[in-house]
């Protein structure tokens, strides 16, 4: 079992938190400077955003479930989010 980061939820299958922003425009910002950095690491989340929330499920579907990978994005949003 993978050590669960604090505030999400999940398994050793996938990891998942709710992100909510005071606006839709904070959101986009997030999913933005989020995504370049999945760029750069060659990861990519599956995430949803409607108006001020952004839905986001963490797997690493080549190895069938969370591997450090997944660990090290989620930190990173995190990061970002705390901001």
Avoid: Q
């Avoid at 904070?26 to 750069?40: D, K, S, T």
């Avoid at 963490?58 to 949003?77: C, F, I, P, Q």
Wanted: net charge negative; hydrophobic share 45%.
């Amino acid at each position: 079992m993978v050590g669960i980061p604090d505030g999400w939820s999940g398994d050793d299958k996938r990891i998942a938190k709710v992100f909510e922003f005071g606006s839709f425009a904070r959101a986009l910002a997030f999913m933005v400077e989020v995504g370049l950095y999945c760029e750069r690491v060659d990861h990519h989340p599956e995430w949803t955003n409607i108006y001020n929330r952004v839905w986001v499920d963490l797997s690493t579907h080549s190895a069938g479930g969370v591997t450090e990978k997944d660990l090290a994005l989620a930190a990173h949003m995190d990061k970002v989010f705390s901001r």
